[in-house]
């Protein structure tokens, strides 16, 4: 069937069996294109197999996952799924130390593998440091992902015996001095500068004049706004030093002031005089005759 398309657009990323790929004379992705062998049955792209995993795996079968497989669970018996001759293609995998051997014979030699160290629990990338964590998965954590030390979750790493952080550890500044005594090892550390900054957010339109820059001495950060307003009297310079914004539709600004603007902003669709942006119209000058509107434009946001 394939064979008779004269031309596919993907908008995004294209995913199938190797054999296929030369079936399509014309295919136009806009991401990036991946191909698994024809004889693998495909899991999720990060996928985790629970107790019961080996017990269903097909003799002699090969799985594919697109990102990685966490053989993390405590139930799973890798050695049935060895002795199966199961096999598993993924670029990396996860594996606790006492399990490693018998998950070499699960993957090739091109597959990452990332071993969990004896005793630790592992921690998924979406999961927070609390007190519930710590109640679930005990003393030793080996977190996948980043790591945000809070002034809420840092009296929690005394509870701890281990930590290992995979990914970048946050700690704020204030809390530098504290951490220093603490057992972790990590990929990174980023020292978080406490934000002294006045924040104006989550509105339909936002007017920034003189008045509040001048109350402002530690600057101004302006996100998630429909329409930003900078006043005429606000030189380039100012805008330079004092103003950061991020995420807002449309910025109105002198001509004097784009040039500045544009180096300030990020993710902003319209920056120029109101004459030039015309009045908003669509679903943002809606959104704008709304009372109690928030304004949230983000590449993604989760309710």
Same mark, same amino acid.
């Given at each position: 069937?394939?064979?008779?398309?004269?031309?596919i &657009?993907v908008t995004?990323?294209?995913?199938?069996? /190797? +054999?296929?790929?030369?079936?399509?004379?014309?295919?136009?992705?806009t991401? *990036?294109?991946?191909?698994?062998?024809?004889?693998?049955? @495909?899991?999720?792209? $990060?996928?985790?197999?629970?107790?019961y995993?080996?017990?269903?795996? !097909?003799?002699?079968q090969?799985?594919?996952?697109?990102?990685?497989?966490?053989?993390?669970?405590s139930?799973?018996?890798?050695? /049935?799924?060895? &002795?199966?001759? /199961?096999q598993?293609i993924?670029?990396?995998?996860?594996?606790?130390?006492?399990?490693?051997?018998?998950?070499?014979?699960?993957?090739?030699? #091109?597959?990452?593998?990332?071993? %969990?160290?004896?005793?630790?629990?592992?921690?998924?990338?979406?999961?927070?440091?609390?007190?519930?964590?710590?109640?679930?998965y005990?003393k030793?954590?080996?977190?996948?992902?980043?790591?945000d030390? #809070?002034?809420?979750? #840092?009296?929690?790493? +005394?509870?701890?015996?281990?930590?290992? @952080?995979?990914?970048?550890l +946050?700690?704020p500044?204030?809390?530098?001095?504290?951490?220093s005594?603490?057992?972790? *090892?990590?990929?990174? @550390?980023?020292? %978080?500068? *406490?934000?002294?900054?006045?924040?104006?957010e989550?509105?339909p339109?936002?007017?920034?004049?003189?008045?509040?820059l001048?109350s402002?001495?530690?600057g $101004?950060?302006?996100?998630?706004?429909? $329409?930003?307003?900078?006043?005429? &009297?606000?030189?380039?310079?100012?805008i330079?030093d004092?103003? *950061?914004?991020? =995420?807002?539709?449309?910025?109105?600004?002198?001509?004097?002031?784009?040039?500045? /603007?544009?180096?300030?902003?990020? =993710?902003v +669709?319209?920056?120029?005089?109101? !004459?030039?942006?015309?009045e908003?119209?669509g679903?943002?000058?809606?959104?704008?005759?709304?009372?109690? #509107?928030?304004?949230?434009?983000?590449?993604?946001?989760?309710?």
């Amino acid at each position: 069937m394939l064979e008779t398309l004269r031309a596919i &657009n993907v908008t995004g990323s294209l995913l199938c069996p /190797v +054999s296929l790929l030369t079936c399509i004379k014309d295919l136009y992705v806009t991401g *990036e294109i991946k191909a698994y062998p024809d004889d693998c049955i @495909v899991l999720s792209s $990060i996928f985790t197999p629970d107790m019961y995993f080996h017990l269903r795996a !097909k003799e002699g079968q090969k799985y594919y996952a697109e990102q990685e497989i966490r053989l993390t669970d405590s139930d799973i018996n890798l050695a /049935v799924l060895r &002795n199966k001759k /199961v096999q598993f293609i993924s670029p990396r995998f996860f594996v606790p130390a006492e399990k490693a051997s018998d998950a070499l014979e699960l993957f090739d030699e #091109t597959a990452s593998m990332e071993i %969990v160290p004896h005793g630790y629990v592992f921690v998924g990338e979406d999961e927070e440091l609390n007190q519930k964590l710590l109640k679930k998965y005990g003393k030793r954590l080996y977190f996948r992902g980043d790591l945000d030390l #809070t002034e809420e979750n #840092t009296p929690l790493l +005394s509870q701890l015996e281990k930590l290992y @952080v995979l990914g970048t550890l +946050s700690v704020p500044e204030n809390l530098k001095d504290s951490f220093s005594q603490i057992d972790v *090892e990590c990929s990174s @550390v980023k020292i %978080v500068k *406490e934000e002294k900054r006045r924040i104006l957010e989550n509105r339909p339109r936002i007017i920034l004049d003189s008045n509040i820059l001048t109350s402002s001495p530690q600057g $101004i950060l302006v996100r998630n706004c429909a $329409i930003l307003t900078i006043d005429v &009297n606000i030189t380039p310079r100012e805008i330079l030093d004092q103003i *950061e914004i991020i =995420n807002c539709a449309r910025v109105d600004c002198t001509e004097n002031q784009k040039s500045a /603007v544009y180096q300030k902003s990020i =993710n902003v +669709s319209q920056i120029g005089s109101r !004459k030039e942006n015309g009045e908003p119209g669509g679903m943002l000058g809606i959104l704008l005759n709304l009372p109690a #509107t928030k304004m949230i434009n983000a590449d993604k946001y989760v309710l």
